[in-house]
């Protein structure tokens, strides 16, 4: 059966998916979608040539769309039909744009993608491919100087981005530090002079609201006598006592929990800074979680009817 871009955006990993194995969807054609256990969907055409089986990705969804990955398909399709091995043309397609900033900028892409969250990593991702490529990705990367690095930041700070806009351009300068680190590139120098947020449009910070000590007695209060369900009442409280961020409070799972120990050992893939940690569990914590649990909601998730609402 054919792909649609509903059924692919619901796709996750499966229990039987691996790091060496990826869940494989068919389209057609040869065509397939990788699904691999860190969530990241890519397009791979699968074909044989002299009697020998290959596969060549042609780019990650949903940067790739459906209609563009069949395109692709088509166009290999085409190679194939004329006697041309489509991987042989792409490697001196890459050959030939090696230079070019997209080369670079995907490389540090991979790199970061082991480092950070998935979330973090897609939203890095996304904002790359939409406000730095479409105005360096084809440069080459000797040839691109301040003046078109400004051009990225000031599209963005005219458009009212003024945060997106230093954002980009520290990532511009980490793309470089990256390329010469790893010596990617012999004698590249880094446009970008150390310093120049200074002299860029400011970005004000805005602060989240928070309590002050004193007023955390009567925020208890409020959480105990607000009109809540109950399971939200203790989502409040567990928050209060842990100081944990939203995400994590609701991604809680029973096999995070140690009750012996009164520990909760979040997983590095979980937080921010790809960092396990382990949160203690206050006794009031824990009684709330033995009720919870006693409910019985779900095998695997903590705040279960949290998550549905």
Known sequence: MALTDTAIKKLKPSDKCIPTRP??????GGLQLWVRHTGVKSWVVAYRYHGK???????????VSLADARSE????KTDLSQGINPKDERQKAKQQQKLDFHHFASLWLDYQQARITLQTYKRDANAYHNHIKPILGNMDIYQIKLSDILAVHDRLAIAGKANMAHKAVSWISTIFEYTII???APNLLNPIPRGIHKSLIEHKQTNYPRIKITELPQLLHDIDTANL??????AFYVMVYTFVRTNELFGMRWAELDFDTCLWRIPAERMKCRNPHIVPLAPQVIEILQTIKEWGLSDEYVFFRALLN
């Open 23 to 28: 869940d494989k969807y068919s389209d057609m």
């Open 53 to 63: 089986q290959q596969n060549i990705s042609i780019g990650l969804y949903p940067f």
């Open 73 to 76: 398909l088509a166009k290999i």
């Open 182 to 184: 790893k010596r990617l």
């Open 229 to 234: 369900e109950p399971m939200t009442r203790y």
